[in-house]
């Protein structure tokens, strides 16, 4: 017999709800965006004009990409431009 | 034997079935592979967990939880190489995402008082080691059946009522309690004697 009761048990269940589904899929894409920030960078060390539009407006680049713009991919993406 | 458990593993799985199958060792050395599955099965493990310490045990304001919460997984993704035994990946995560936390409240408690040396508030310890409890709980469902598992989740976790569960699940709603107490029983049976007493 275990030494749970089941009123015990359900608290237990309720207390890790699932987590906003939007936050779960960006950390979920996390390799598929990585692979697309590569992208993103190595096009804007070539294409000046791009460079640009990319410095100016980070979560639209990303967006175009089809990437969540979380912070930790916007501040990277920040770093490795400027 | 070893092959076919390979074999299966290398089917493509839903992120919560591969969870449900893999020791978290297994799952950190896939994803450490470069498996995908592997990585999007360790945040469908993981993803309540860091959830309810940044909002549940730090009361984190929504906002300020999601960036915790993105932070946490950009750097277990970044970092995974850096575990040295991969068995340890959940209290790496734990204490990754309490740091964050605490992180986060200090820098909000800087932009309201710049000239305060004090902490803002603590976590809330026993609402962490009930979290910890609550893990090992859900690491108990992933073993049940899919339908006593997805019964128990949506009742419980979700807050979904008899009719909403019933529908999804396509069981007449005038079971679902029924079925709600017969996974209860299977899943206090399935956690068995190793669970703490009841001492809360």
Redesign the interface.
């Known amino acids: 017999m275990s030494a749970y009761d089941i009123e015990r048990l359900s608290r237990l269940i309720g207390m890790l709800p699932p987590a906003p589904a939007a936050w779960v899929r960006a950390a979920r894409e996390l390799p598929r965006a990585r692979r697309e920030l590569d992208n993103i960078v190595e096009r804007a060390e070539s294409d000046a004009e791009f460079r640009r539009a990319l410095i100016a407006d980070l979560e639209t680049a990303l967006q175009a990409e089809g990437v969540e713009p979380t912070w930790p991919l916007l501040d990277e993406l920040r770093r490795r431009v400027s | 034997m070893e092959a076919a458990r390979d074999a299966r593993e290398a089917a493509p799985r839903s992120?919560t079935a591969l969870s449900a199958e893999l020791s978290d060792a297994r799952l950190v050395a896939r994803c450490r592979g470069?498996d995908?599955e592997a990585?999007?099965a360790l945040?469908?493990r993981f993803?309540?967990?860091?959830?309810?310490i940044a909002v549940?045990a730090f009361r984190l304001p929504q906002h300020d939880a999601?960036?915790v919460?993105?932070?946490v997984?950009?750097?277990v993704?970044e970092r995974l190489d850096t575990l040295r035994e991969d068995e340890a990946v959940r209290p790496w995560i734990a204490q990754l995402t309490r740091r964050l936390c605490i992180d986060r409240l200090r820098a909000g408690s800087r932009e309201i008082t710049a000239d305060t040396e004090e902490l803002p508030d603590a976590p809330d310890e026993d609402v962490l080691a009930?979290?910890e409890?609550?893990?090992d709980?859900?690491d108990a469902?992933a073993r049940l059946s899919e339908n006593c598992r997805e019964i128990?989740?949506r009742f419980?976790?979700?807050?979904e009522s008899y009719r909403a569960i019933g529908e999804a699940l396509e069981l007449p709603a005038g079971t679902i309690a029924s079925r709600i107490?017969r996974c209860?029983?299977k899943?206090?049976?399935e956690?068995?004697?190793e669970?703490?007493?009841?001492s809360?």
Do not use: N
């Open positions: 992120p470069g995908e990585w999007s945040v469908e993803s309540r967990y860091v959830y309810a549940q999601e960036d919460f993105q932070e997984f950009a750097r993704y009930q979290l409890e609550s893990f709980v859900h469902m128990l989740d419980f976790a979700r807050d107490s209860l029983v899943l206090r049976e956690i068995g004697p669970a703490r007493p009841e809360r």
